[in-house]
């Protein structure tokens, strides 16, 4: 059974770095595209990056193309999104989803979600 753990949120400076992880608890990861998304208070959830399963061409939004990288380790059923030069904007809570279909930017095409983790950058 797939289960979705985030890790890596906290507080960082404006201009700083945070390394989200995305872990399936449940076993193999390596059918799945994943999908980072992130929610602000009082804003709707919003696609942040997307990796297929391959881990091949990547997708970004434009808010954050330039800045996050999503990455994959299929052997350690692992996704990874790195943030750097981080801006207050980005303050949000960010969701890992998983779909076995190739992973696109609306929360509608995953059905895995994981629990959120926290990322503030104060300014």
């Known amino acids: 059974q797939v289960q979705l753990v985030e890790s890596g949120g906290g507080l960082v400076q404006a201009g700083g770095s945070l390394r989200l992880s995305c872990a399936n608890s449940?076993?193999?990861?390596?059918?799945?595209?994943v999908g980072w998304f992130r929610q602000a208070p009082g804003k709707e959830r919003e696609f942040v990056a997307a990796?297929?399963?391959?881990?091949?061409?990547?997708n970004y939004s434009d808010s954050v193309k330039g800045r996050f990288t999503i990455s994959r380790n299929n052997a350690k059923n692992t996704v990874f999104l790195q943030m750097n030069s981080l801006k207050a904007e980005d303050t949000a809570v960010y969701y890992c989803?998983?779909?076995?279909?190739?992973?696109?930017?609306?929360?509608?095409?995953?059905?895995?979600w994981g629990q959120g983790t926290q990322v503030t950058v104060s300014s």
């Open positions: 990796i297929p399963s391959s881990g091949s061409m990547p």
């Open positions: 449940g076993g193999s990861f390596r059918s799945f595209g």
């Open positions: 989803a998983a779909t076995l279909r190739f992973p696109g930017t609306s929360v509608h095409q995953y059905s895995l």
